[in-house]
């Protein structure tokens, strides 16, 4: 059996705290959509619980014009979050 790798489950691992499991598929998800910035969202904050903040996956292949990008999609879905 092939291993399922959504959205829904990597949510449903980081609300019951199993955050190892949710990072891998965010992970995964990530390495398949870059442009996706929920998932980018997720990654950055589970690997600031784990110590090691980094933006985003990809690293330095990432231009600037990107990263301001992806950090905008992530203000977007706060304020979205937060109803304002």
């Known amino acids: 059996m092939s291993e399922v790798?959504?959205?829904?489950?990597a949510e449903i691992y980081f609300q019951q705290g199993?955050?190892?499991?949710?990072?891998?598929?965010?992970?995964?998800?990530?390495d398949e959509d870059p442009s996706d910035t929920e998932i980018q969202?997720?990654?950055?904050?589970l690997s600031e619980r784990f110590g090691s903040p980094s933006l985003p996956a990809?690293?330095?292949?990432?231009?600037p014009e990107e990263r301001i990008s992806i950090l905008k999609?992530?203000?977007?879905?706060?304020r979205k979050r937060?109803?304002?």
């Open 82 to 84: 937060r109803g304002t």
């Open 18 to 30: 199993h955050l190892k499991e949710a990072y891998e598929i965010f992970k995964k998800l990530a």
């Open 5 to 9: 790798v959504t959205k829904t489950l």
């Open 58 to 63: 990809g690293g330095s292949r990432v231009t």
């Open 73 to 78: 999609g992530w203000l977007a879905n706060i």
């Open 41 to 45: 969202m997720r990654l950055y904050e």
